[in-house]
């Protein structure tokens, strides 16, 4: 019974061993590669997105969500200084499930935002990320590194996400 007990052990061993090697262990800062859709229905790997070699902004919004719009809605009057002054990508991440995913499209094109809009239709990127509700704000450094999260929106905090922009490295 001992002896059985031992291999059973060094098998257990060899297969954990096995698996971490196999796999790459995400720590808290690092994106998940996950892929959502964008608009014209183009599969993203967010991870390989965020390894682009500048900052991303993830904005986690829903239609049917006032301060996501309203935090969408600054953050496209400044956008582009932003890309001129820190070579800035900016995502919208739509939460908008199956159902109201149809209105995302019409609801973009009205506003003619110029980035890039992904679907996580599943919320899978959301529940990856812990993402407690929207809207929620995600800054990824030049190497892929979430260095900034913020969640709710309040008329003025896409002044502290400049500021953290104005801090990173470049």
């Known amino acids: 019974m001992k002896k059985?007990?031992?291999?059973?052990?060094?098998?257990?061993?060899?297969?954990?061993?096995?698996?971490?090697?196999?796999?790459?262990i995400l720590t808290k800062n690092d994106m998940p590669?996950?892929?959502?859709?964008?608009?014209?229905?183009?599969?993203?790997?967010l991870q390989e997105l965020?390894?682009?070699?500048?900052?991303?902004?993830?904005?986690?919004?829903?239609?049917?969500?006032?301060?996501?719009?309203?935090?969408?809605?600054?953050?496209?009057?400044?956008i582009d200084d932003w890309r001129?002054?820190?070579?800035?990508?900016l995502v919208a991440v739509s939460i908008d499930d199956a159902r109201n995913s149809m209105k995302?499209?019409?609801?973009?094109?009205?506003?003619?935002?110029?980035y890039l809009v992904l679907l996580d239709i599943n919320q899978d990127m959301q529940r990856a990320l812990n993402i407690p509700n929207v809207p929620y704000t995600i800054l990824l450094d030049k190497t892929g590194h979430i260095v900034y999260r913020h969640v709710g929106y309040t008329e003025g905090d896409e002044q502290a996400l400049e500021a953290k922009l104005a801090s990173l490295p470049r």
């Open 33 to 45: 590669s996950i892929k959502l859709k964008d608009m014209n229905g183009k599969e993203v790997d």
């Open 50 to 78: 965020a390894k682009q070699g500048k900052p991303v902004i993830l904005s986690f919004w829903a239609t049917w969500c006032s301060p996501c719009k309203k935090e969408m809605e600054n953050i496209n009057e400044v």
């Open 104 to 114: 995302v499209k019409p609801f973009i094109d009205g506003k003619k935002w110029d």
């Open 4 to 24: 059985v007990f031992i291999l059973l052990s060094f098998i257990a061993l060899a297969i954990g061993v096995k698996a971490q090697d196999s796999a790459k």
């Open 84 to 89: 001129k002054k820190y070579n800035v990508q």
